[in-house]
C-alpha cells in the first residue's frame, strides 16, 4: 500500500512540474464566461425571490378622487368573484411609506403637497391577469392598473432562458477543455517518446507510463477553475463599484453575490475532470502508437 501511495505521490509531483501555466490561464478564462454568467444570474434570481410572483394587481385612483369614489370602487372589487383578496392603501399611507425611503422625505418637502393617489391592492384567486386587469381598468375613478408582478415574472422566465443558455455554452467550452488538454498531453506524450520508450524496455507498467499524464490533465483542469474563480472575483469586484452607486441612489444595498463555497468547489471539480478526461483520450490514443525498438 505504501509502495502504490509513494508511485502516485511522484506522479502528481512530476505533473506539477510539467504544468503549463498559460495552459491553465486559457482553460481559467474560458470557464470565468459560464461561471461568471451563473453568478449574476443566481444574484438576480434573489431579487426576484424577494418580491412574490401572487397574481396580485395594483388599482391607482385619480388624484383628486373622493374618498366616496374609493369606497364605491371598494365594494366593486369586493362584489367580484374573480379576486380573493382586496387591500385599501389611501394615499397618507402611501406617502408615509414614501417618506422611509432614503432621500425621500427632502424630494417630498419640496412637492409642498401630496402627489400620491389612493389605491387599491387586489389578489386575484387566478386565471387570466391580463383580462381581470383590463376590466377593473375600466372602473370609475381608477387612473391606472398595474400588474404587480409582471416584472417579476419576466425577470425569472429571463433567469430561466439565461440558465439555459449557461449550460449550453458550459458545454461548448468543456469540449474545448478536453480538446486543449487532448492536445497538452499529446505534445507531452511525443516530448517524453524516448523516456517512454526505455521505460518500456525496462519493464515499466503501462499504469506506472500513463500516471502521470493522468495527473497533468487532472491538475491542469483544477488550475484553469481555480483561475476562472479568479476571473470572475476581480470582475464582479469591478462590476459592484458601479452598481454600488446606482443601488444607494433606490435605497438598495444590492450586490452581485460571488459563487459560493460548494459552487467553487463544485467549478474546480469539473474542470479537473474535464482535463483529467482529456487526459485519458489522449494517452488512451498516442501511448499505444510507442513501442521500444
Do not use: C
Not at 88 to 111: H, Y
Not at 204 to 218: E, K, M, N, S, V
Amino acid at each position: 500500500m505504501s509502495a502504490w501511495l509513494r508511485q502516485h505521490r511522484l506522479a502528481a509531483a512530476t505533473a506539477a512540474r510539467r504544468l503549463g501555466l498559460l495552459n491553465a490561464l486559457v482553460i481559467g478564462v474560458a470557464l470565468s464566461l459560464p461561471a461568471g454568467g451563473y453568478a449574476l444570474l443566481e444574484s438576480l434570481r434573489g431579487v426576484a425571490g424577494r418580491f412574490t410572483l401572487d397574481t396580485q394587481v395594483t388599482l391607482f385612483l385619480h388624484p383628486g378622487a373622493k374618498r366616496a369614489e374609493a369606497d364605491a370602487v371598494g365594494k366593486a372589487l369586493r362584489a367580484d368573484r374573480r379576486i380573493a383578496k382586496v387591500r385599501f392603501v389611501p394615499r397618507e399611507q402611501a406617502l408615509k411609506d414614501l417618506s422611509a425611503v432614503q432621500g425621500m422625505p427632502e424630494v417630498i418637502a419640496a412637492l409642498g403637497h401630496n402627489p400620491l393617489p389612493d389605491a387599491f391592492v387586489v389578489t386575484a384567486r387566478g386565471g387570466e391577469l391580463d383580462k381581470l386587469s383590463a376590466d377593473l381598468a375600466g372602473l370609475p375613478g381608477v387612473a391606472h392598473v398595474q400588474a404587480d408582478a409582471a416584472w417579476a415574472r419576466r425577470l425569472a422566465a429571463f433567469a430561466s432562458v439565461g440558465r439555459v443558455v449557461i449550460w449550453l455554452l458550459s458545454a461548448l467550452l468543456g469540449i474545448g477543455l478536453v480538446a486543449v488538454t487532448f492536445n497538452t498531453i499529446r505534445l507531452q506524450i511525443l516530448t517524453q517518446r524516448a523516456e517512454i520508450e526505455v521505460s518500456k524496455l525496462i519493464g515499466a507498467t503501462d499504469a506506472f507510463i500513463r500516471r502521470p499524464f493522468y495527473y497533468l490533465g487532472l491538475l491542469q483542469g483544477a488550475a484553469g477553475g481555480l483561475v476562472a474563480l479568479a476571473t470572475v472575483a476581480a470582475g464582479l469586484a469591478i462590476l459592484n463599484r458601479e452598481v454600488r452607486v446606482l443601488a444607494e441612489a433606490y435605497g438598495s444595498t444590492f450586490r452581485f453575490d460571488l459563487l459560493g463555497p460548494g459552487d467553487s468547489l463544485a467549478l474546480v471539480l469539473f474542470a479537473g475532470l474535464l482535463g483529467l478526461v482529456g487526459a485519458q483520450l489522449s494517452v488512451s490514443r498516442h501511448l499505444r502508437e510507442i513501442e521500444p525498438s
